[in-house]
T-cell receptor, first 115, second 114 residues
Framework: AQSVTQLDSQVPVFEEAPVELRCNYS??????LFWYVQYPNQGLQLLLK??????LVESINGFEAEFNKSQTSFHLRKPSVHISDTAEYFC?????????????FGTGTRLLVSP | NAGVTQTPKFQVLKTGQSMTLQCAQD?????MYWYRQDPGMGLRLIYY???????DKGEVPNGYNVSRLNKREFSLRLESAAPSQTSVYFC?????????????FGPGTRLTVL
């Protein structure tokens, strides 16, 4: 079984500042890793995913995440945030060996960007 | 494509009432899922359906039933609603043939049980 820990429930930052949202996972098997974003009053949208290959993955809106197997982490970073990045961010893990099985989500981190 | 749609968007029930949350997807996805989202707890899986005709329990199935009506539709039923079922409910579906589990989510149903 897998589990995901997002230690920060809320991260306040100023616009144009860098941000890191932390995600650690636990699994006895190899995993796929995902970051989902939920804007206010909307459903979840996939932000980026790590499947294989390069451990650094990027999204189209400037976020990146790095898979660190030794640290069992998949932290999300952005060098300069915008007001529009205000949202809740969920890290999720899926068992690589049984592809269709469940996504396990972390408890979410609310990113609050202020002017 | 409408993607994943859910009805209703909002619902208020009294304790003991029943209702069905509807979910439909037009992306020809095989697998569908029902989650509930509660503050500080993230998303928890209630039930999922790997393919048409099959359903399986997730992490928090008690108090719920599901029906995979056809490939497009996956409904969630609360037979006797309780205040503990106040939550936001999300339906999701998954692309067939992929080993990794990227899921597409609907906009959610916000349910309040008084």
């Amino acid at each position: 079984a897998q589990s995901v820990t997002q230690l920060d429930s809320q991260v306040p930052v100023f616009e144009e500042a860098p941000v890191e949202l932390r995600c650690n996972y636990s699994s006895s098997v190899s995993v796929y890793l995902f970051w989902y974003v939920q804007y206010p009053n909307q459903g979840l949208q996939l932000l980026l995913k790590y499947l294989s290959g390069s451990t650094l993955v990027e999204s189209i809106n400037g976020f990146e995440a790095e898979f660190n197997k030794s640290q069992t982490s998949f932290h999300l970073r952005k060098p300069s945030v915008h007001i529009s990045d205000t949202a809740e961010y969920f890290c999720a893990v899926s068992d690589r060996n049984t592809g269709f099985q469940k996504l396990v989500f972390g408890t979410g981190t609310r990113l609050l960007v202020s002017p | 494509n409408a993607g994943v749609t859910q009805t209703p968007k909002f619902q208020v029930l009294k304790t003991g009432q029943s209702m069905t949350l509807q979910c439909a997807q037009d992306m020809n996805h095989n697998s569908m899922y029902w989650y509930r989202q509660d503050p500080g707890m993230g998303l928890r899986l209630i039930y999922y359906s790997a393919s048409e005709g099959t359903t399986d329990k997730g992490e928090v199935p008690n108090g719920y039933n599901v029906s995979r009506l056809n490939k497009r539709e996956f409904s969630l039923r609360l037979e006797s609603a309780a205040p503990s079922q106040t939550s936001v409910y999300f339906c999701a579906s998954r692309i067939p043939g992929q080993m990794y589990n990227e899921q597409f989510f609907g906009p959610g149903t916000r349910l309040t049980v008084l």
